[in-house]
């Protein structure tokens, strides 16, 4: 089914460092949205890219998209403590459909 | 004003109540949805409301009934539930139901629910 699939599942850095997590997905889609999750709370949408574009920014989130490899990047620059918490990637089911939320990464900056 | 209100946030009933979760926006976003989350795992979706009326129904069982009363509130009613139910249940908005084609959503903070 089309869902995206977030890589690594947890994610634990020091404060200051950069984070990286990844996103693939199966098949054609028109964006692919990432949602941040703080612990038992509502999600808060970061970023849409198009498929037309390569590279957005965002303050210090940059998200980069990969057609060819069906696949997509969340870099969090000069991480700090408040940036912990659940990251998801969303995608579309079909082009004009619900979105399917992908099972996550748990990021933990350390102070 | 960009948000999303839910209440109650902590809901505690046995399998032989009735109860009903609510929530609210005044973005004027047409659509609105509801998700159940257990823990660790993301949101799975249950309804959606487009311009007040149901069009995705994701084969939730029927002691969950969905209600849009209008334009701006959206209401999940509760009813003999079972434990395997207890989860946070997200409500969403959107200004339309085009959600793959570019339309981000705004979520509320959830009801933490527990059935005994």
């Known amino acids: 089914s089309q869902q995206g699939e977030e890589d690594p599942q947890a994610l634990s850095i020091q404060e200051g460092e950069n984070a990286t997590m990844n996103c693939s997905y199966k098949?054609?889609?028109?964006?692919l949205q990432w949602y941040r999750q703080n612990s038992g709370r509502g999600l808060v949408h970061l970023i849409l890219?198009?498929?037309?574009?390569r590279e957005k920014h965002s303050g210090r989130l940059r998200v980069t998209l990969d057609t060819s490899k069906k696949s997509s990047s969340l870099l969090i620059t000069a991480s700090r403590a408040a940036d912990t918490a659940s990251y998801f990637c969303?995608?579309?089911?079909?082009?004009?459909?619900?979105?399917?939320f992908g099972p996550g990464t748990s990021l933990s900056v350390i102070p | 004003d960009t948000e999303v209100t839910q209440t109650p946030k902590h809901l505690v009933m046995g399998m032989t109540n009735k109860k009903s979760l609510k929530c609210e926006q005044h973005?004027?976003?047409?659509?609105m949805y509801w998700y159940k989350q257990k823990a660790k795992k993301p949101p799975e979706l249950m309804f959606v409301?487009?311009?007040?009326?149901?069009?995705i129904n994701e084969s939730v069982p029927s002691r969950f009934s969905p209600e849009c009363p209008n334009s701006s509130l959206l209401n999940l009613h509760l009813h003999a539930l079972q434990p395997e139910d207890s989860a946070l249940y997200l409500c969403?908005?959107?200004?339309?139901?085009?959600?793959?084609?570019?339309?981000?959503?705004?979520f509320g903070p959830g009801t933490r629910l527990t059935v005994l």
């Open positions: 969403a908005s959107s200004q339309d139901d085009w959600v793959g084609a570019y339309n981000e959503q705004f």
């Open positions: 098949t054609s889609i028109n964006n």
């Open positions: 890219i198009r498929s037309n574009e």
């Open positions: 969303a995608i579309p089911k079909t082009s004009y459909d619900k979105v399917i």
């Open positions: 973005m004027g976003h047409r659509a």
């Open positions: 409301y487009s311009y007040e009326k149901l069009s």
